[in-house]
T-cell receptor, first 114, second 110 residues
Framework: DAGVIQSPRHEVTEMGQEVTLRCKPI?????LFWYRQTMMRGLELLIYFNNNVPIDDSGMPEDRFSAKMPNASFSTLKIQPSEPRDSAVYFC????????????FGDGTRLSIL | EDQVTQSPEALRLQEGESSSLNCSYT??????LFWYRQDPGKGPEFLFT???AGEEKEKERLKATLTKKESFLHITAPKPEDSATYLCAVQAQSDYKLSFGAGTTVTVRA
């Protein structure tokens, strides 16, 4: 079975540019999560969706970050304008409904802002 | 706020040398505690879910246990392929978010 698919795997861009990260969750999963991982702060939840609706965006660092889920099989995380401190690995995860269902992660996008 | 503390930060083992990793947590009503394995350049890979104190789960050389305040991941007779970072996360009753610890990086030498 296909897992969570993220693209691109690597992104290098200059400060001030717009960055768009993409995620395809596992089919049939109705929760989708975006995380950021850095050496200093570990894995941090940015936002999560249930049935394409944003439920909790309290982890989004500032207005430069936005996330959308236009349908059950696609989500984007956008940073505009990007800054060097946004450099990190961004992960997408999905899970099924159910009390003890685990989240399944993609392999991430390594983002470097120069 | 949910808190997860993992120790040690790093663990170097000789092949066959069993050891344990600790995950201490504070959460207002535990829905579940999750263990993940992360290899370099990859996303976290799900290992176990534990729901209630006293529960144990096993998979190959790994066994996870849960008490009311902490969880242990025991690695029995490890092999070099068990080298990875092991992450612990908790989910509160009130939510579907996971709060992660910083992880324990395990290196097993042949």
């Amino acid at each position: 079975d296909a897992g969570v698919i993220q693209s691109p795997r690597h992104e290098v861009t200059e400060m001030g540019q717009e960055v768009t990260l993409r995620c395809k969750p596992i089919s049939g999963h109705d929760y989708l999560f975006w995380y950021r991982q850095t050496m200093m702060r570990g894995l941090e939840l940015l936002i999560y969706f249930n049935n394409n609706v944003p439920i909790d965006d309290s982890g989004m660092p500032e207005d430069r970050f936005s996330a959308k889920m236009p349908n059950a099989s696609f989500s984007t995380l956008k940073i505009q304008p990007s800054e060097p401190r946004d450099s990190a690995v961004y992960f997408c995860a999905s899970r099924q409904t159910g009390t003890h269902q685990p989240q399944h992660f993609g392999d991430g996008t390594r983002l470097s802002i120069l | 706020e949910d808190q997860v503390t993992q120790s040690p930060e790093a663990l170097r083992l000789q092949e066959g040398e069993s050891s344990s990793l600790n995950c201490s947590y504070t959460v207002s009503g535990l829905r579940g505690l999750f263990w993940y394995r992360q290899d370099p350049g990859k996303g976290p890979e799900f290992l176990f879910t534990l729901y209630s104190a006293g529960e144990e789960k096993e998979k190959e050389r790994l066994k996870a246990t849960l008490t009311k305040k902490e969880s242990f991941l025991h690695i029995t007779a490890p092999k070099p392929e068990d080298s990875a970072t092991y992450l612990c996360a908790v989910q509160a009753q009130s939510d579907y978010k996971l709060s992660f610890g910083a992880g324990t990086t395990v290196t097993v030498r042949a």
